[in-house]
Nanobody, 124 residues
Framework: QVQLVESGGGLVQAGGSLRLSCAASGRTFSSYAMGWFRQAPGKEREFVAAISGSGLRTSYADSVKGRFTISRDNAKITVYLQLNNLEPEDTAVYYC?????????????????WGQGTQVTVSS
């Protein structure tokens, strides 16, 4: 069983930045691929970014490429999402997810564990 706790959300103006963190439990963190998803009011949950267990491979949604960066520190059992040049359309609850395989997955159904989410609000 893996527990995930997100932090770092908040209110920011358009063009600003935030850094989200996801602290995980478990001794085999490096064997899990990790992902970030988001869900805006009235919309379905959507893929944002993913990183392989080793951290060597990453994948991003087209809407965030060049603005968001996913990274992980396996020693700290933490995954991060750096959000730069934020836009009002980025407003959503951001969820961290863990997958019981090391390879990247962009579909939410491929993840086994989810955090509670952290709210990101971008004002125009």
């Amino acid at each position: 069983q893996v527990q995930l706790v997100e932090s770092g959300g908040g209110l920011v103006q358009a063009g600003g930045s935030l850094r989200l963190s996801c602290a995980a439990s478990g001794r085999t963190f490096s064997s899990y691929a990790m992902g970030w998803f988001r869900q805006a009011p009235g919309k379905e949950r959507e893929f944002v970014a993913a990183i392989s267990g080793s951290g060597l491979r990453t994948s991003y949604a087209d809407s965030v490429k060049g603005r968001f960066t996913i990274s992980r520190d396996n020693a700290k059992i933490t995954v991060y999402l750096q959000l730069n040049n934020l836009e009002p359309e980025d407003t959503a609850v951001y969820y961290c997810a863990a997958r019981e395989l090391a390879g990247i997955q962009t579909a939410a159904a491929g993840y086994n564990y989810w955090g509670q989410g952290t709210q990101v609000t971008v004002s125009s």
